[in-house]
């Protein structure tokens, strides 16, 4: 079992810049994929960056060049570094986990989630 908390939210102009955090407890979290989704409203939830045990990482195109996924295997911390910030970047940020790889895009089943943390990006 794995829990999963959220930080680092906010609100931020465009071309700013916000690090999440994904604090992660529960044992063995390295056997899992470990990813950030995230969901506007009235939209679907979309995948936006993951990463496997192997440190082998896959983003959204929307994201590529500007977010990066990382994880701190001592602090247990999965991050997401989110540069140049857009207004479509306006979401409910969630870290979720599944175990095994990731595989391609993001179409496990992922079954640990956090409770989100809110990005709102300005013109």
Same mark, same amino acid.
């Given at each position: ?29 390295? *056997? $899992? ?15 936006? %960056? =993951? /990463? ?25 911390? *999965? $991050? ?15 870290? %979720? =986990? /599944? ?25």
């Amino acid at each position: 079992q794995l829990q999963l908390v959220e930080s680092g939210g906010g609100s931020v102009q465009a071309g700013e810049s916000l690090r999440l955090s994904c604090e992660v407890s529960g044992y063995p979290y390295r *056997l $899992y994929c470990m990813a950030w989704f995230r969901q506007a409203p009235g939209k679907e939830r979309e995948g936006v %960056a =993951a /990463v496997d045990r192997n440190d082998g990482s896959t983003y959204a195109d929307s994201v590529k060049g500007r977010f990066t996924i990382s994880l701190d295997n001592a602090k247990k911390i *999965l $991050y997401l570094q989110m540069n140049s910030l857009k207004p479509e970047d306006t979401a409910m940020y969630y870290c %979720a =986990a /599944v175990s095994g790889y990731c595989g391609t895009g993001f179409l496990r089943q992922y079954n640990f989630w956090g409770q989100g943390t809110q990005v709102t990006v300005s013109s």
